[in-house]
């Protein structure tokens, strides 16, 4: 969906590194969301912010920290990536005034630990 | 908590065969049920979903999907398969609250010529 955002597409990076990946919404949804899926185990949830101040844990958090700069921004970081990090990471967003209807993914980044 | 389960890691199907790509949930309350695609190399695609009312509902490019709330399924659906519905699809469910949605682990969808 090209309403959301997200840099970079694909990132190698080495292991003890600090990286940032960023997402971005035109979609005005307060609610937005990271997942990591990796094969066999579908996606799960890293961290979920329902507006600027308010920022949630998900199911696998550590290891990752949020910002959310913005309604329209919200940066996932790996302070000291390591290997088992590498996998495929979606940004998705979400309205409140719809909050149990759908969310919109981003298209990914992929990202590699070596 | 919430969970779906997708008991089949991949479904193969002959094109213009009917195609079934099944899905069981676990919440409390009432179920809100989602159907997403992901085609290789790209996001996830909302299919369809339920929310409440008529228990067949219909989706994006043919799909359709069957609440049974005794059975705690919502099994995706397509009358005649084509090639090009070869994708990964996930099932997904929201409970009651302010919670995010949780997935399944995704079933491999395989539409042979």
């Known amino acids: 969906d090209a309403d959301v955002t997200q840099t970079p597409r694909n990132r190698i990076t080495k292991t003890g590194k600090r990286i940032m990946l960023e997402c971005s919404q035109t979609k005005g949804h307060d609610r937005m969301y990271w997942y990591r899926q990796d094969p066999g185990l579908g996606l799960r949830l890293i961290y979920y912010s329902f507006d600027v101040k308010d920022i949630n844990k998900g199911e696998i958090s550590d290891g990752y920290s949020v910002s959310r700069q913005a309604q329209a921004k919200f940066s996932l970081s790996l302070e000291s990536a390591i290997p088992n990090q590498t996998a495929l990471y979606f940004c998705?967003?979400?309205?409140?005034?719809?909050?149990?209807?759908?969310?919109?993914f981003g298209p990914g980044t992929r990202l590699t630990v070596t | 908590a919430q969970s779906v389960a997708q008991p089949e890691d991949q479904v193969n199907v002959a094109e213009g065969n009917p195609l079934t790509v099944k899905c069981t949930y676990s919440?409390?309350?009432?179920?809100?049920l989602f159907w997403y695609v992901q085609y290789p190399n790209r996001g996830l695609q909302f299919l369809l979903k339920y929310i409440t009312g008529d228990n067949l509902v219909k989706g994006s490019y043919g799909f359709e999907a069957e609440f049974n709330k005794s059975q705690t399924s919502f099994h995706l659906k397509k009358p005649s398969a084509l090639v090009s519905d070869s994708a990964l699809y996930f099932c997904?469910?929201?409970?009651?609250?302010?919670?995010?949605?949780?997935f399944g682990k995704g079933t491999r969808l395989s539409v042979i010529a």
């Open positions: 998705a967003t979400s309205d409140k005034q719809t909050a149990r209807y759908e969310q919109y």
């Open positions: 919440v409390s309350g009432n179920p809100y």
């Open positions: 997904a469910v929201r409970g009651a609250g302010n919670t995010p949605l949780v």
